[in-house]
């Protein structure tokens, strides 16, 4: 399941969503707000969707894993809004049959979010600066 939501994610909701019995396990990420960035404190991060294509942004990301790895499920869930330190800001799980593709195939949805970041992301800092991850 995809899902882009402004409510406080529950991971272990997501790790249900993919857990069943042709699976050898469930492998879970989740994604904090730090509390410091580019070597300044942060107060905030906002994630925004103004063009509403989060989720299209979501889905390409599953299908490419989904392609590369041989997975049985998976779940990836995005917060938006305006989040504090220590939010979780994303919950990813794969169930698939065997741990080490599951592990591979986690890494590559996390470092596809990071490249692809399907949505709008501003951080702002205790020195009032803001930083736009699009700049």
Same mark, same amino acid.
């Given at each position: 399941?995809?899902?882009?939501?402004?409510?406080?994610?529950?991971?272990?909701?997501?790790?249900? @969503?993919?857990?069943?019995?042709?699976?050898?396990?469930?492998?879970?990420?989740?994604? !904090?707000?730090?509390?410091?960035? +580019?070597?300044?404190?942060?107060?905030?991060? @906002?994630?925004?969707? *103004?063009?509403?294509?989060?989720?299209?942004?979501?889905?390409?990301?599953?299908?490419?894993?989904?392609?590369? $790895? *041989?997975?049985?499920?998976?779940? $990836? +869930? +995005?917060?938006?809004?305006?989040?504090?330190?220590?939010?979780?800001?994303?919950?990813?799980?794969?169930?698939?049959? +065997?741990?080490?593709?599951? $592990?591979?195939?986690?890494?590559?949805?996390?470092?596809? $979010?990071?490249?692809? !970041? *399907?949505?709008?992301?501003?951080?702002?800092?205790?020195?009032?600066?803001?930083?736009?991850?699009?700049?």
């Amino acid at each position: 399941m995809i899902k882009i939501t402004e409510d406080i994610l529950n991971p272990e909701t997501v790790v249900n @969503e993919v857990r069943n019995t042709a699976a050898g396990c469930v492998i879970s990420y989740v994604g !904090l707000i730090r509390d410091n960035s +580019h070597d300044k404190s942060v107060v905030s991060v @906002e994630y925004t969707d *103004p063009a509403g294509k989060a989720v299209d942004g979501l889905k390409s990301i599953v299908e490419e894993v989904r392609k590369s $790895f *041989p997975i049985i499920d998976m779940a $990836f +869930h +995005h917060r938006i809004g305006l989040l504090k330190p220590g939010d979780i800001n994303i919950v990813i799980a794969i169930a698939s049959g +065997h741990r080490g593709e599951a $592990f591979d195939a986690c890494r590559r949805a996390v470092d596809l $979010f990071k490249e692809k !970041l *399907p949505t709008n992301k501003v951080e702002t800092y205790t020195d009032g600066t803001t930083l736009n991850a699009a700049d």
